[in-house]
């Protein structure tokens, strides 16, 4: 009996089965890659837009009249709770890569440290507001930036 014709049926069998399967691991490693960057933006923007949310609460909350320290302390507090900034950072933590971290965390105290200003008594467009707000714009933009060289966005190059 010739075996040859066995053998090679055999082999061409072996190897289209052994490509099928490389090439469904690939599309399986392209989604999955794919399924991670979506996720990653969708904590990106969560966590930028309660950064921005927070930020205008506590803003206007500065801006208007409260008949005591502790009062407005309460009220900055209580508009950085609200913005859901602490759940959005959680998230930026389990699935964001640590250069986006970092930078997120820059943000994060940038925020608290006018937080912690106003809940003081700094008025906005004061002297002492001025540094606190350049530093959290330079937090803001360079996290702004790590997150787009993340997600594969080339930068803005307007900040």
């Known amino acids: 009996m010739d075996w040859m014709p066995l053998l090679s049926t055999l082999a061409g069998a072996a190897i289209g089965i052994a490509a099928t399967l490389i090439a469904d ?94 809940a003081r008594g700094v008025a906005v467009g004061s002297a002492e507001e001025a540094p606190l707000i350049a530093q959290r714009r330079a937090a803001m933009a360079q996290m702004r930036h790590v997150m787009r060289e993340d997600l594969g966005i080339g930068p803005l190059g307007i900040e």
């Open 25 to 118: 691991r690939n599309r399986w490693q392209r989604e999955e890659a794919r399924h991670a960057l979506e996720i990653r933006r969708e904590v990106y923007t969560a966590f930028v837009s309660a950064l921005k949310d927070a930020g205008e609460e506590i803003r206007a909350v500065a801006l208007g009249d409260h008949m005591s320290a502790s009062a407005r302390d309460a009220a900055v507090r209580e508009a950085v709770r609200g913005a859901g900034i602490y759940t959005a950072s959680e998230r930026l933590w389990l699935v964001g890569p640590p250069q986006v971290v970092a930078a997120g965390n820059e943000a994060f105290h940038g925020l608290r440290a006018l937080r912690d200003a106003y």
